[in-house]
Nanobody, 123 residues
Framework: QEQLDESGGGLVQAGDSLRLSCNDPGRAFSNYIMGWFRQAPGKEREAVICISGIGGIMNYAASGKDRFTISWNNAENTVHLQVDDLKAEDTGVYYC????????????????WGRGTQVTVSS
């Protein structure tokens, strides 16, 4: 089920930062768990980080956890993913997803997804 809308991807240089956005005008994000996932070419979709409506955060990044920051803007009904010091291995399609009631790592536990936004990091 696709209802979310990601944006902010693009072609960037290694070391740059990028802020991705996820929006759904019909959904009050503060009532959901919002997760960011990414899928590198030829690999499975993996969890990056998620946030609850009360601000609880689970960071699933296998390495460089401090490079990933999630936040949400209630007024804009938008969830953001900030990725700093981008590396070539960050290349992939980034998705946001929603679920209830708790953060979860496996992608199969999320029912609502966006179509993704491509991030390409050149070294």
């Amino acid at each position: 089920q696709e209802q979310l809308d990601e944006s902010g991807g693009g072609l960037v240089q290694a070391g740059d930062s990028l802020r991705l956005s996820c929006n759904d005008p019909g959904r009050a994000f503060s009532n959901y768990i919002m997760g960011w996932f990414r899928q590198a070419p030829g690999k499975e979709r993996e969890a990056v980080i998620c946030i609850s409506g009360i601000g609880g955060i689970m960071n699933y990044a296998a390495s460089g956890k401090d490079r990933f920051t999630i936040s949400w803007n209630n007024a804009e009904n938008t969830v953001h993913l900030q990725v700093d010091d981008l590396k070539a291995e960050d290349t992939g399609v980034y998705y946001c997803a929603a679920r209830l009631p708790l953060c979860s790592g496996p992608a199969v536990n999320y029912l609502t997804w966006g179509r993704g936004t491509q991030v390409t990091v050149s070294s």
